[in-house]
């Protein structure tokens, strides 16, 4: 990827939306949904707004809408329907005003944004905050960029002052005076990643007591054996890709959970209802609400 130019290629495509490459290429040919520029040798590269637009047809297509109703909209009805499925998930409260606090993020005033976000976690937590609030503020700001409202610096400004918070609050964390719980590990294993959730959930666990074993970065699913080897763990939590999980990958990962008797394996922030079903000791979770409630549930 480029950013100098904000030129991207359909593999960037294919790590920003989850939408497989090849059916990226389906798409375009069946139902002109983008038309990329072409290199001298043939390569295919996509500007900003058509990464825009397969991120609303990806969101769209992710909750419930197919792809050839899709390919019917015109610009300006894509958006507004990215804009009314967005609404319908919302379930902020009067008390959160997601336009008012995102005003900040606007004009990049990080004291005034953090201000406006410290009496909820004062209040609530950092749990129930992040759940509750930050973590609909964070896909709120991803609509907004993705329908052309907040430019690319200001949704990534949002994202990476509440990066900053949550890990302020992991730091805070002291060290348990008896000894630890279980070790966890935690793997990111797609570009994809949202980064903050992923953060959230390590402090989640460090809150509780279990001995996180955090890489940072991306790796692939063969370096679970090699972690392992050097220190062992009990849980294994992994971010994937919802739409490369495929019955295959499934097996997989249970296989590497049978063979170093790992006791569970949870895959985060995976949509409900988009895996058909999963196989111990594979735990699928939609959101950080349902990831604390597995988490507590856990012995």
Sequence with gaps: ??????????????????????TIRIWEK????????????????????????????SYLNRNGLKISKIAKLDEDELTQQVM????????????????????????????LFKESLL???????????????????????RILWQVGSLSRAQEQFVRNTIKQIIILEDNQIKAPKTRKKSSVAMINTTD???????????????????????TGGILPSSEITEIHKIKSFEYLVINTNAFDFEEKKSEY??????????????????????????????IVVSDPGHFIKIIDSLH
């Design 119 to 141: 009496p909820f976690i004062e209040e609530k937590g950092i749990e129930d905050t992040y759940c509750n609030y930050l973590y609909p503020l964070l896909g709120k700001a």
């Design 30 to 57: 069946r139902y002109k949904i983008l038309e990329p520029e072409r290199t001298d040798s043939n390569i295919r590269t996509y500007s900003e707004a058509e990464l825009k637009k397969i991120l609303n047809i």
């Design 1 to 22: 990827m480029d950013d100098s130019v904000n030129v991207f290629s359909i593999k960037d495509l294919e790590n920003f939306s989850g939408i497989k490459a090849h």
């Design 253 to 282: 990962f249970t296989g590497i959970g049978k063979s170093l008797k790992i006791r569970k394996i949870i895959l985060t922030d995976i949509p409900e209802g988009y895996i058909p079903h999963s196989h111990d000791p594979l």
């Design 84 to 111: 009314d499925t967005s609404s319908k998930h919302e379930t902020l409260t009067q008390e959160f005003q997601p336009g008012k606090i995102l005003m900040s993020a606007i004009r990049f005033n990080e004291t």
């Design 192 to 214: 994809n990643l949202n980064e903050n959730n992923f953060l959230f959930y390590k402090y989640v666990l460090r809150k509780r007591g279990f001995d996180v074993i955090f």
